[in-house]
């Protein structure tokens, strides 16, 4: 058993010798003053008698007025060494008679005067209802403190015979309560050492120790459960670890395998990206050179005249084509650049009503093998030619992107159908929507505007609303496509406004 400098089994111990020394000094400290006072109560008390016998035994001599005899009578007090004096008075006051110690004056206090260590009884002498004369007896208490210190030993010795039998009582009841309690403290310190929460602690009763023994089994049960339970769960979790590990040690191999192919890949790209860039830069000067012919004749056959009205309108739309031609071979480069978002915008004041009647002017062969109607709307009203809407941006690209969505328009209309072109403009932004009849197919609404995506056109490179949007993310515009079957397709341009000079 573990020791402690300040065990309970001391504490148990001493507050049971306490408790009962304290009981036993209270007890004798009080039986002792009780008997003290019943001692003197009681010496007052015979000596209070014995005047009274002498007051009866004295009558006679007083009414003789003898002395002598009464003095006799006094003299038989010697044989109590307690009574110090006798005196007798007479009625008038006067000593008639002494022994030992004389009273010189009649007490004028009635009963029984006690002082600390004397007293002093009067007793009156009467002979027929008649009081003849006193007699005052003076006494010591003198044996009172060999009464005292022979019960004060008695005492000591009880007290010392009770102290021991508690002594052995105390030691007996300490080591039946403490047994049970160090038991507890040895399997504590042994679990505390050795972890082990199989021990158990021997002891049973029905007392306060008895259930706190009985619970901490208890708990020691629940701890070697919960502890049982987290083992394995250790191992497992161990496992999976060692598992992961594994998994991820493989996939940091494949991943450090495909990086070293991506690298690879990469500077595959950048030396094909700069081959096709050289490629393209070639192409564009070759295609432009070409161009140039496509460009210059129409223009030379316009300048000489002689040609009929139909003839004139057939060289423009040869001349708007090669334009147009030129216009999208810039705008491939472009593109790449708006991508990137490296591209500089060159802006100036765009006037969309102009731009808008050009386009309808180049769209008319699409529109005429489409039968296909096409109407220019400003704030819900046909527009007549002379209105203006100014906005900023690059005439290049804002023609594309226009022509673009035109020709989604044109090309999603069915024959017949129509085209509508509405123009809103305020002081804040000035919105171009677009509208046809057909809705968008439900595949490709979510993917309206990604790279590639078309539906349903057997040239369609899937590049034009993709592109009108990357212009005018470009031009810091928003664009958003409606579409129903009730309503057919809108595809709107929302742009700031300006204020123009016209």
Same mark, same amino acid.
């Given at each position: 058993?573990?020791?402690?400098?300040?065990?309970?089994?001391?504490?148990?111990?001493?507050?049971?010798?306490?408790?009962?020394?304290? +009981?036993?000094?209270?007890?004798?400290?009080?039986?002792?003053?009780?008997?003290?006072?019943?001692?003197?109560?009681?010496?007052?008390?015979?000596?209070?008698?014995?005047?009274?016998?002498?007051?009866?035994?004295?009558?006679?001599?007083?009414?003789?007025?003898?002395?002598?005899?009464?003095?006799?009578?006094?003299?038989?007090?010697?044989?109590?060494?307690?009574?110090?004096?006798?005196?007798?008075?007479?009625?008038?006051?006067?000593?008639?008679?002494?022994?030992?110690?004389?009273?010189?004056?009649?007490?004028?206090?009635?009963?029984?005067?006690?002082?600390?260590?004397?007293?002093?009884?009067?007793?009156?002498?009467?002979?027929?209802?008649?009081?003849?004369?006193?007699?005052?007896? !003076?006494?010591?208490?003198?044996?009172?403190?060999?009464?005292?210190?022979?019960?004060? +030993?008695?005492?000591?010795?009880?007290?010392?015979?009770?102290?021991? +039998?508690?002594?052995?009582?105390?030691?007996?009841?300490?080591?039946?309560?403490?047994?049970?309690?160090?038991?507890?403290?040895?399997?504590?310190?042994?679990?505390?050492?050795?972890?082990?929460?199989?021990?158990?602690?021997?002891?049973?009763?029905?007392?306060?120790?008895?259930?706190?023994?009985?619970?901490?089994?208890?708990?020691?049960?629940?701890?070697?459960?919960?502890?049982?339970?987290?083992?394995?769960?250790?191992?497992?979790?161990?496992?999976?670890?060692?598992?992961?590990?594994?998994?991820?040690?493989?996939?940091?191999?494949?991943?450090?395998?495909?990086?070293?192919?991506?690298?690879?890949?990469?500077?595959?790209?950048?030396?094909?990206?700069?081959?096709? !860039?050289?490629?393209?830069?070639?192409?564009?000067?070759?295609?432009?050179?070409?161009?140039?012919?496509?460009?210059?004749?129409?223009?030379?056959?316009?300048?000489?005249?002689?040609?009929?009205?139909?003839?004139?309108?057939?060289? %423009?739309?040869?001349?708007?084509?090669?334009?147009?031609?030129?216009?999208?071979?810039?705008?491939?480069?472009?593109?790449?650049?708006? !991508?990137?978002?490296?591209?500089?915008?060159?802006?100036?004041?765009?006037?969309?009503?102009?731009?808008?009647?050009?386009?309808?002017?180049?769209?008319?062969?699409?529109?005429?093998?489409?039968?296909?109607?096409?109407?220019?709307?400003?704030? %819900?009203?046909?527009?007549?030619?002379?209105?203006?809407?100014?906005?900023?941006?690059?005439?290049?690209?804002?023609?594309?992107?226009?022509?673009?969505?035109?020709?989604?328009?044109?090309?999603?209309?069915?024959?017949?159908?129509?085209?509508?072109?509405?123009?809103?403009?305020?002081?804040?932004?000035?919105?171009?929507?677009?509208?046809?009849?057909?809705?968008?197919?439900?595949?490709?609404?979510?993917?309206?505007?990604?790279?590639?995506?078309?539906?349903?056109?057997?040239?369609?490179?899937?590049?034009?609303?993709?592109?009108?949007?990357?212009?005018?993310?470009?031009?810091? +515009?928003?664009?958003?496509?409606?579409?129903?079957?009730?309503?057919?397709?809108?595809?709107?341009?929302?742009?700031?406004?300006?204020?123009?000079?016209?």
């Amino acid at each position: 058993m573990i020791g402690f400098q300040n065990s309970i089994g001391r504490k148990i111990g001493a507050a049971i010798l306490g408790t009962t020394v304290s +009981a036993l000094v209270l007890t004798m400290t009080l039986n002792i003053a009780t008997f003290f006072h019943s001692y003197r109560q009681a010496t007052v008390q015979k000596a209070n008698g014995l005047a009274k016998i002498i007051a009866t035994s004295t009558i006679s001599a007083l009414d003789f007025n003898d002395p002598d005899s009464a003095k006799e009578v006094l003299d038989s007090l010697s044989l109590i060494t307690n009574i110090v004096g006798a005196t007798i008075f007479t009625s008038a006051g006067d000593i008639f008679a002494s022994f030992g110690k004389n009273t010189e004056s009649l007490p004028t206090e009635d009963g029984p005067q006690v002082n600390l260590n004397t007293f002093a009884v009067i007793q009156p002498i009467q002979s027929e209802n008649e009081t003849l004369g006193y007699i005052v007896l !003076e006494g010591t208490f003198s044996d009172q403190g060999e009464w005292f210190y022979h019960n004060l +030993a008695t005492s000591a010795l009880i007290l010392i015979a009770v102290l021991a +039998a508690c002594i052995i009582a105390a030691n007996h009841f300490r080591k039946k309560i403490t047994k049970p309690i160090g038991q507890l403290t040895d399997a504590v310190r042994e679990i505390s050492e050795n972890k082990d929460y199989s021990k158990r602690v021997a002891y049973k009763s029905k007392d306060e120790i008895g259930y706190l023994v009985s619970e901490f089994n208890s708990m020691l049960g629940k701890i070697e459960t919960r502890d049982s339970w987290l083992n394995s769960h250790r191992e497992m979790l161990e496992t999976i670890v060692s598992q992961r590990t594994k998994e991820v040690r493989a996939k940091q191999k494949q991943l450090k395998e495909k990086n070293t192919q991506l690298v690879k890949q990469i500077h595959e790209r950048r030396t094909a990206e700069m081959i096709r !860039e050289e490629v393209e830069r070639i192409n564009r000067h070759d295609l432009k050179s070409s161009l140039n012919l496509v460009i210059g004749y129409p223009e030379l056959l316009l300048n000489k005249g002689n040609l009929t009205p139909e003839q004139g309108k057939y060289i %423009k739309r040869i001349a708007a084509a090669g334009y147009r031609m030129l216009d999208m071979i810039q705008f491939h480069l472009d593109m790449f650049k708006m !991508e990137q978002e490296i591209y500089t915008l060159k802006t100036m004041q765009v006037d969309l009503i102009e731009m808008l009647c050009s386009l309808e002017e180049e769209m008319a062969l699409l529109l005429n093998q489409s039968e296909v109607s096409l109407s220019i709307i400003m704030n %819900k009203e046909e527009i007549n030619g002379v209105e203006e809407v100014h906005i900023n941006g690059e005439m290049v690209l804002l023609r594309t992107m226009f022509r673009n969505l035109i020709k989604n328009g044109v090309e999603g209309s069915v024959k017949g159908g129509s085209v509508s072109i509405s123009v809103e403009s305020d002081k804040s932004f000035t919105t171009v929507s677009i509208s046809n009849s057909l809705p968008v197919p439900v595949e490709v609404r979510n993917r309206f505007f990604n790279k590639y995506v078309t539906e349903g056109k057997e040239d369609g490179t899937g590049l034009g609303t993709y592109s009108a949007q990357l212009i005018a993310k470009t031009h810091n +515009a928003s664009i958003f496509m409606e579409t129903s079957d009730e309503k057919g397709t809108i595809v709107s341009a929302k742009f700031k406004s300006i204020t123009a000079d016209c």
